[in-house]
């Protein structure tokens, strides 16, 4: 059991590479000279391992390398981000509303997100647009994308056929931004809500099939509720029955 020799076991080929210092020891006392030690052969499993691992540490040194090299200088692109409130008004549809939306846009790439902001009735879809360039014009490719300069509060944003609106800064960083940058002060934009018109319920008037109180059930609920009978009425005159005489007034 050296390192360099094969043993045989079972049908099986057993190569002796390595041993511990135990056994070094052991060989040691007793006069025999041990081998030079061997490396573990690399199997093809751990080979493809070990050439995934090198290239995603390539494709990472070469993202870093170009954001470096970035027009921002050193500026720290995931820290840049210019943050508004926005909206989009489908309230001209049916059972249309207007929905609020945080826009994000990073400075490093350019690239922007619209998210919902959260809504109980409106968490089914919360992304409006993943991050990336929002194109001016989609019917023409050499239109260019949306930069910084054209995010102004009270302007449209066309986003693939929904009118945007920015309503104003979300933070102060983006404010001062575009003073600093730009020489733009942005204002805050005020919606205005359209008064509501309150439809007033108008019972219809008996038609005399059923009990009146049967009737204005359905009035008032869609699934009608029976009508709850008088305890008091009941407990109070249980066991009274009022009796009379009658004859036909003309037999």
């Not at 076991?9 to 210092?21: A, K, S, Y």
């Not at 692109?77 to 994000?104: I, P, V």
Request: net charge positive; hydrophobic share 35%; charged share 25%.
């Amino acid at each position: 059991f050296l390192p360099g020799s094969e043993v045989t076991i079972h049908g099986r080929t057993f190569r002796c590479v390595d041993l511990d210092q135990k056994s070094c020891d052991f060989f040691a006392m007793r006069g025999v000279q041990v081998p030079a030690t061997e490396n573990y052969p690399e199997d093809e499993h751990r080979r493809k391992q070990r050439v995934v691992a090198e290239q995603a540490e390539a494709k990472l040194t070469a993202k870093k390398a170009a954001k470096s090299k970035s027009p921002l200088g050193g500026l720290k692109g995931s820290d840049q981000t210019l943050k508004f409130s926005a909206m989009w008004d489908d309230s001209a549809r049916l059972y249309g509303e207007k929905n609020f939306y945080t826009l994000n846009f990073y400075l490093a790439d350019e690239t922007m997100e619209i998210r919902m902001v959260n809504r109980p009735s409106k968490d089914t879809f919360p992304v409006l647009l993943k991050r990336s360039k929002l194109p001016r014009d989609l019917g023409n490719p050499d239109a260019g994308h949306v930069t910084a300069a054209e995010l102004v509060c009270g302007t449209h944003l066309d986003c693939y056929g929904r009118k945007i609106m920015i309503l104003k800064c979300a933070d102060e960083f983006t404010a001062g931004y575009y003073e600093r940058v730009h020489n733009v002060k942005q204002s805050v934009v005020h919606i205005r809500e359209a008064p509501k018109t309150i439809v007033k319920k108008v019972i219809p008037p008996y038609n005399g099939f059923g009990s009146e109180a049967d009737s204005l059930a359905n009035c008032l609920n869609l699934i009608p509720k029976p009508v709850s009978q008088d305890l008091h009425r009941f407990l109070n005159n249980r066991g009274k029955t009022l009796k009379f005489r009658a004859k036909f007034v003309n037999p």
